[in-house]
């Protein structure tokens, strides 16, 4: 059990309530960044297989038929497909990793605030500050 405490900002008297650190947006921002960045990596990466499938079938096609259906720019592009996927599945790995930090960091530096005036003001009721405060905010009332 929780010992109970008083706030020194407005004398409310119960469980101070645990506040998250940082910013909200940026930990949401940190997350669905990378979930993007995966996602445009996989699009790459299926544009490179799909190139690569084309420059196979030239080459069955040509071995088949004599004729082979050039597609001279292909190969330059499917390498710079391959890099674009490759730099993207980095870059969201990395961000994932900031974004689990910044989520453990938000929690761990979290402060107990009052419930009522959501400052970080609460001290123990039963040291002697809190019994002065106590006492001092009941001769106000
Ligand atoms: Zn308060």
């Given at each position: 059990?929780e010992e109970r405490q008083i706030c020194t900002?407005?004398g409310h008297i119960g469980y101070g309530?645990?506040?998250?650190?940082?910013?909200?947006?940026?930990?949401?921002?940190?997350?669905?960044?990378?979930?993007?960045?995966?996602?445009?990596?996989?699009?790459?990466?299926?544009?490179?297989?799909?190139?690569?499938?084309?420059?196979?079938?030239?080459?069955?096609?040509?071995?088949?038929?004599?004729?082979?259906?050039?597609?001279?720019?292909?190969?330059?592009?499917?390498?710079?497909?391959?890099?674009?996927?490759?730099?993207?599945?980095?870059?969201?790995?990395?961000?994932?990793?900031?974004?689990?930090?910044?989520?453990?960091?938000?929690?761990?530096?979290?402060?107990?605030?009052?419930?009522?005036?959501?400052?970080?003001?609460m001290i123990p009721l039963d040291s002697p500050m809190g019994e002065k405060l106590h006492q001092?905010f009941n001769?106000?009332?």
């Open positions: 059990m900002n407005c309530i645990k506040k998250r650190a940082g910013i909200t947006i940026l930990e949401i921002v940190l997350w669905v960044t990378p979930i993007i960045l995966f996602f445009f990596g996989i699009s790459a990466s299926n544009n490179a297989d799909n190139l690569a499938n084309e420059g196979m079938q030239n080459i069955y096609n040509w071995l088949a038929t004599g004729i082979y259906n050039s597609s001279s720019s292909s190969d330059s592009l499917l390498v710079s497909y391959r890099q674009e996927a490759r730099f993207l599945t980095i870059t969201g790995i990395v961000l994932l990793v900031i974004a689990l930090i910044y989520s453990i960091w938000r929690t761990v530096a979290g402060k107990l605030v009052c419930p009522e005036c959501k400052k970080s003001s001092e001769d106000k009332k």
